[in-house]
């Protein structure tokens, strides 16, 4: 069965989640810099060497696609963040497929306004009780991925 990977970033962490049937995992990268471009710099590196080791041209992935935000320096973060993962699949040869942050939630969770508790709820239910243990960011990573599974399964690749 094809790997696939679901991924949720934010301007200090990259939650990456992997889906191989109905096994799973989930590592995330983080950085506690004051300095964006250290924290940029730092994600970069981590991120390119975990790409490099783990992943292959045949993986699936999907990437959350940076929602609107207020704050226009926050959002500008994030693109840049968003940025760096799609860069690092580019020089690998590895296909990146972004999904909207509704678009997930409505058709893993069942409702594209879902808040974190209905997220979490829904994801005990299809991956198990060892989801209580994840942060909030490594659950949407999970579902991104499952997101990407259900999309592949389903032939719309």
Not at 69 to 83: D, E, P, S, W, Y
Not at 122 to 135: H, P, Y
Request: proline residues 1%; glycine residues 8%; hydrophobic residues 45%.
């Amino acid at each position: 069965m094809k790997r696939v990977y679901g991924i949720d970033v934010s301007t200090s962490k990259i939650a990456i989640a992997r889906l191989e049937g109905d096994e799973f995992d989930v590592i995330e990268f983080r950085t506690r810099s004051r300095s964006w471009e250290t924290r940029l710099a730092q994600l970069y590196k981590e991120f390119f060497a975990y790409v490099e080791k783990e992943l292959t041209p045949d993986d699936f992935v999907c990437i959350e696609d940076i929602p609107m935000v207020q704050n226009r320096q926050g959002l500008i973060k994030l693109v840049h963040a968003l940025a760096l993962c799609r860069m690092v699949f580019f020089h690998h040869d590895i296909d990146c497929f972004t999904v909207n942050v509704g678009t997930w939630k409505k058709d893993v969770v069942g409702d594209g306004r879902a808040d974190k508790d209905k997220i979490k709820m829904m994801a005990l239910q299809i991956f198990g009780k060892g989801v209580g243990r994840l942060s909030q960011d490594s659950i949407d990573a999970l579902c991104i991925a499952k997101w990407g599974q259900l999309r592949f399964i389903s032939g719309m690749k």
